[in-house]
């Protein structure tokens, strides 16, 4: 118990040591022109961080967009595609088909069926590949953006530094 409160003690001795001699030295305020200039960069800073939230913001604004779009325009489709068939099999019934015309059909009602979806899930991924590629450079040309300006931030802070 005593070592405890002994190494207790010499942590906080140690600690208020190397505090000490940091708190005691005088900061340097900034000129006025070098105050001037660090605003300033903060300022730019807040602005690019802004256009680069609201960029993102549209960008995925319009990912969105785009998605419903092109889900609605498929089950657009679809629905048109069954109604179609749904007439041409009443049409077909109305002729009084014989059972291996209405076989026949059947298969072939099928087929277009199979194909058609087939073309949906196919334009689908295509849809989706191309929104994900899409997302994948917008967030790295951000990226490049966001890192270029952060070096000309970096440079700019020690010419402001430099200022008498």
């Known amino acids: 118990m005593l070592r405890k409160l002994a190494l207790l003690l010499g942590g906080i001795v140690l600690a208020f040591t190397l505090a000490l001699p940091a708190a005691a030295s005088p900061t340097k305020k900034p000129s006025p022109a070098q105050q001037a200039c660090l605003d300033?960069?903060?300022q730019q800073n807040k602005t690019f961080h802004g256009q680069q939230k609201a960029a993102a913001k549209a960008f995925h604004d319009q990912q969105k967009a785009a998605k419903k779009t092109?889900?609605?325009?498929?089950?657009?489709?679809?629905?048109?595609?069954h109604d179609q068939q749904k007439a041409a099999r009443e049409a077909f019934?109305?002729?009084?088909?014989?059972?291996?015309?209405m076989k026949a059909f059947n298969e072939q009602q099928k087929a277009a069926k199979k194909v058609f979806h087939d073309q949906q899930k196919a334009a689908a991924k295509a849809f989706h590949d191309l929104q994900k590629a899409a997302a994948k450079a917008f967030h790295e040309q951000q990226k490049a953006a966001r890192?270029?300006?952060?070096?000309?931030?970096k440079a700019a802070k020690?010419?402001?530094k430099a200022l008498p």
């Open 40 to 42: 300033a960069l903060k």
């Open 93 to 101: 019934k109305n002729t009084n088909p014989t059972e291996a015309q």
């Open 158 to 160: 020690e010419a402001c």
């Open 70 to 81: 092109f889900h609605d325009l498929q089950k657009a489709a679809a629905k048109a595609f």
């Open 147 to 153: 890192e270029a300006f952060h070096v000309q931030q």
